[in-house]
């Protein structure tokens, strides 16, 4: 197994919280490799800090990889189970909350353009309505992303609701 790391540099982030969040990737990386040596799995580790957040992906030469996608599960539960693992790990190591997100084999970067799309054909429906929109219930990554999509199209959304239901909500600004 091997680490590879890029870092792309928040704005107005200090040198100090970069060094923070690197941290925490290193330390998740030890995490996920240990884990990935006891389930006898192949696979690199990348480290990045992205969007102020440590970012750790899971990644193997054979994209098809059907043993390590198994670590996403259906709907990408087991993934989200194995992220607050190792955010649990790196809270253990630094005594700080972490707010790291872990991908396994592009799951979340595919899940990310998917919902990217239905997040944008939301806001063009908002727009040629003017009536509110209320998407499917999501996870706090998901979510994430649409919040992320509407507020660059210049639109209002909200989460509504109580886990497993919660969900988004997009209005007129």
């Known amino acids: 197994m091997s ?4 870092v792309q540099t928040p704005r107005g982030a200090s040198a100090e919280t970069i060094k923070r969040l690197e941290e925490e990737g290193e330390i998740a ?5 240990e884990l990935l040596d006891i389930a006898d799995l192949d696979g690199d580790i990348d480290i990045d800090v992205d969007h102020g957040r440590a970012a750790v992906e899971i990644v193997s030469e054979d994209d098809g990889d059907r043993w390590l996608r198994r670590l996403v599960g259906d709907e990408g539960e087991v993934l989200d189970a194995l992220q607050e693992l190792t955010r649990l790990a790196v809270q253990a190591k630094t005594g700080e909350r972490s707010r790291l997100m872990l991908d396994i084999a592009g799951y979340r970067r595919g899940r990310r353009a998917e919902l990217t ?3 944008n054909e939301a806001v063009a429906k908002v727009r040629s309505s003017g009536d509110r929109v209320t998407l499917p219930p999501m996870n706090p990554f998901e ?3 649409v919040h992320d999509v509407v507020a660059a199209a210049g639109l209002v959304s909200d989460s509504e609701g109580v886990e497993p239901s919660r969900h988004v909500v997009i209005h007129p600004a």
């Open 3 to 6: 680490e590879e790391q890029s």
């Open 29 to 33: 990386a030890d995490y996920l490799e």
């Open 143 to 145: 979510r994430k992303v």
């Open 117 to 119: 799309g239905i997040a």
